[in-house]
């Protein structure tokens, strides 16, 4: 009875999971052709949740450990139990709500590793860690990930933007990269899909097994692909519009030629990546093309404070989930009690972070500010209500989060010094033609 | 060694595809060629549209570069292929 509630439970936090990580990471996709208008919200939500769907049932070599190697397990290591399991997604999920709250892009792995290691320190200590792996999986990836995209999309912004550039004045057509950009994104979409809903099939395999309930070295049932697809495509169409918000508006503003470079610069290092066996977080490698590109384009500004939060929430994600999961980890100690305290705690904290996003809501219609989009030549047609909607008495966008809120000040900020700029500018041309008329005027009489 | 590999793949797949298709758009924005006028001087904008000419296609643009842009177009779609290639694992035959 016990195992059997604890399997279910892990089940069904498993799939959880998967949703959030499937809201969490549309952004990395679709933040770029929403905000330049390439895709309605809702179509490139749509469109990134079919490519997802599409994507788990491509691939179903599920990992061999749960913990990708990060945790000594197997013989004469840790055996990681259902209890583990449960706890370390709690810590995931968690890790995952608040970052989404806040419209942080962060990365659903590096969550559920850190609340793996949370849990099994409480469950067999700190030896359990494999401190090489952990070198070499996250901490090294941390730094290379947002490098390596940042670099790539900074040449490839600079490339585009070169080869494109027209001295005589004529129209460039840079608008075209638009088209080019729903490809781009969709491979990302694609490419998501086949490696993120494997991680969750990977879990509930490996809970089956460990539950006696599937063969060892089975692949995994029909039904768990089948779950997983649908669960991280649910979780992509519902949107995750606060880090749509960050990625899209928040760290620069997006071009259609950036865009185009950001996403292509995203696809090449992850596909690089997995392929060369370097994994990557896809997170952070969309992120730090976004910055590249705002870097590469000629009069762009990139807004350092919001990439210095997100920052500072990839360094908290291993700790934050892990102390959430060692602390889920205690309860579950306690017995299918504390397992029962731990669903309750979970579901009401779920239920919290829900409620209290609605008094600040985020959704399709406000996800990227309608000007911002029509100021990069957007393709698509957005309804004036809408338009009207976003607009306040002060000029400005209704409730945002937190980093978009930041963002917005730091570009109302940008525009008026732009336009004291331009006045003190006029004044002095004045002065000067005033100054030149006189001379002129002098010399004539 | 591997992040290094990363890199160096990274950077040439992308710049390579960007490249190709800031180049196709590149030779869609090529303006169409200057006819020269009865008097000996020369029209700026090229031909109009009612003008027929083999050089140039329907909206004045030279034909060379029409196809020039679709093939730079075909080319970085045959890259995203490769791409979708290297996702699905029952496409790693070789």
């Keep these: 009875m016990e195992l059997t509630l604890i399997v279910l439970l892990v089940i069904v936090l498993a799939l959880f999971f998967d949703f959030t990580n499937g809201f969490h990471d549309t952004a990395n996709a679709m933040a770029t052709p929403i905000a330049t208008g390439a895709l309605k919200p809702k179509t490139a939500v749509l469109l990134a949740a079919i490519l997802n769907l599409v994507g788990a049932f491509l691939s179903t070599e599920v990992a061999k450990t749960i913990s990708g190697g990060l945790i000594n397990e197997g013989d004469g290591g840790v055996l990681i139990t259902p209890e583990m399991i449960f706890a370390g997604l709690i810590g995931a999920i968690v890790w995952n709500l608040v970052t989404w709250f806040y419209g942080l892009p962060s990365s659903s792995s590096h969550a559920l590793f850190g609340g793996l290691i949370g849990a099994a320190i409480v469950g067999a200590g700190i030896q359990a860690i494999n401190g090489g792996v952990f070198l070499s999986k996250v901490l090294i990836p941390m730094v290379a990930a947002p490098l390596t995209a940042g670099i790539v999309a900074f040449t490839a912004t600079r490339v585009a933007y070169a080869i494109t550039r027209r001295h005589d004045g004529r129209k460039d057509g840079r608008g075209r990269f638009r088209y080019a950009q729903i490809a781009s994104s969709s491979l990302i979409a694609l490419a998501h899909g086949t490696n993120d809903a494997q991680k969750t099939m990977g879990v509930i395999t490996l809970t089956l097994v460990a539950a006696n309930l599937q063969d060892p070295g089975t692949g995994p049932h029909f039904w768990v692909i089948a779950a997983c697809a649908i669960a991280i495509a649910l979780g992509t169409y519902s949107g995750g519009w606060r880090i749509i918000r960050t990625l899209g508006a928040g760290l620069t503003q997006v071009k259609p030629a950036q865009g185009f470079a950001a996403e292509t610069s995203t696809a090449a290092t992850i596909l690089a990546s997995s392929h060369l066996g370097f994994a990557l977080s896809t997170t952070q490698v969309a992120s730090g093309s976004v910055i590249g590109s705002g870097l590469g384009r000629r009069g762009s500004s990139v807004r350092w404070r919001a990439v210095g939060r997100i920052a500072i929430g990839w360094l908290f994600t291993l700790p934050a989930s892990g102390a959430v999961a060692a602390i889920a980890a205690l309860i579950a100690h306690i017995g299918p009690i504390g397992i029962v305290i731990d669903a309750i705690l979970g579901f009401g904290f779920i239920v919290f972070i829900f409620l209290r996003s609605r008094r600040n809501r985020v959704d399709s219609s406000n996800a990227i500010p309608v000007p911002d989009v029509a100021e990069s030549g957007y393709a698509v047609r957005i309804r004036k209500s809408k338009v009207k909607k976003l607009r306040t008495k002060t000029g400005t966008v209704p409730p945002l989060t937190s980093v978009a809120q930041s963002a917005v000040r730091d570009d109302l900020a940008a525009r008026a010094a732009e336009r004291a700029a331009a006045e003190a500018e006029k004044a002095e041309r004045a002065i000067r033609d005033a100054e030149r008329q006189k001379k002129s005027d002098g010399g004539a009489q | ?94």
């Design chain 2, 1 to 94: 060694m591997a992040f290094v590999i990363v890199f160096a793949a990274s950077l040439f797949a992308a710049v390579f595809v960007v490249a190709l298709y800031s180049l196709g758009i590149r030779f869609l924005a090529t303006p169409a060629p200057p006819v020269r006028r009865e008097d000996g001087t020369f029209e700026p904008n090229g031909p109009s549209r009612d003008d027929e000419d083999d050089d140039v296609d329907a909206v004045g643009r030279p034909r060379w570069a029409t196809v020039a842009a679709n093939i730079c177009f075909i080319l970085s779609a045959s890259v995203v292929l490769v791409g979708i290639l290297l996702i699905v694992p029952a496409l790693h035959f070789w």
